[in-house]
């Protein structure tokens, strides 16, 4: 990371702190816009490391909120697979050019969404909901995408919409799930990429602020937010996000 920090990254950097808040404990989703943001402002693997501690920080928040609200089988099915993902991401770095992490995460969620877009179709029944699989691919695309860009929010958007679980249930599962992914993450992120730096973390404590108040807004939000237009908000913004990782 450069020092001293420009405007543009100081603006994204607070967008993110605020969006990180808001979406760990209600808007999930939002958080996505703010991904390509950072990879612009930092560096598409560069920002992986300032992004995941205040997500840490956001999910402690989280749990702290929602602790009794998560189906942990749902939570154990897809953490195996998860951890695979890490290292397939390690892999795959040593391929392909930082420059192409940016269209790579995209790319990847435009999977997530034909995915998203077909559970729709099928509804209730879809029949690969029930299958061992199923959960298994989802974890090892959610393990990649949060390792090659913290990007794994609409993976889960989509793999928990099409298991049509509720809005709170939904928001308490994302809250263990990614609260473990990211503690795990941190010592590949910190010894194995070198992206985690005592300047990073420095600049994340100071948004600590930023993420609380994020985090206020978004359990406000979402008590007002009807069930429909909660699951309508997330497949709106995971398309955009999709988009503008790519272009």
């Known amino acids: 990371m450069i020092e001293p920090l420009s405007q543009i990254q100081w603006l994204a950097l607070c967008l993110a702190a605020l969006s990180i808040g808001m979406s760990k404990t209600g808007i999930q989703g939002i958080m996505l816009m703010i991904v390509p943001l950072m990879a612009m402002a930092f560096g598409a693997k560069e920002s992986t490391g300032v992004i995941l501690p205040m997500l840490c920080m956001a ?3 989280a749990v702290a909120y929602y602790k009794r609200i998560a189906d942990w089988k749902i939570v154990a099915r897809l953490l195996p697979t998860a951890v695979l993902g890490f290292f397939l991401a390690i892999g795959i770095d040593h391929f392909i050019p930082t420059g192409q992490f940016r269209q790579l995460m995209g790319w990847t969620l435009m999977l997530a ?11 209730k029944e879809n029949r690969w909901m029930k299958k061992w699989w199923y959960a298994a691919i989802f974890g090892l695309l959610g393990g990649f995408t ?3 860009g913290n990007a794994a929010g609409p993976v889960m958007s989509v793999y928990l919409l099409s298991m049509r679980t509720g809005k709170v249930e939904y928001i308490g599962i994302n809250a263990w799930f990614f609260l473990v992914v990211n ?9 194995v990429w070198d992206n985690i730096t005592w300047d990073s973390l420095l600049l994340d404590l100071v948004m600590l602020p930023i993420i609380g108040a994020g985090a206020l807004m978004g359990v406000w939000i979402v008590k007002r937010l009807p069930e429909t237009a909660f699951r309508r908000f997330i497949q709106v913004v995971t398309i955009l996000s999709a988009i503008l990782m790519i272009i």
């Open 183 to 191: 503690l795990l993450k941190v010592p590949l992120q910190a010894f």
């Open 59 to 61: 999910d402690i928040i």
């Open 113 to 123: 969404l034909a995915v998203m877009i077909g559970s729709e179709i099928f509804g």
């Open 146 to 148: 949060t390792m090659i």
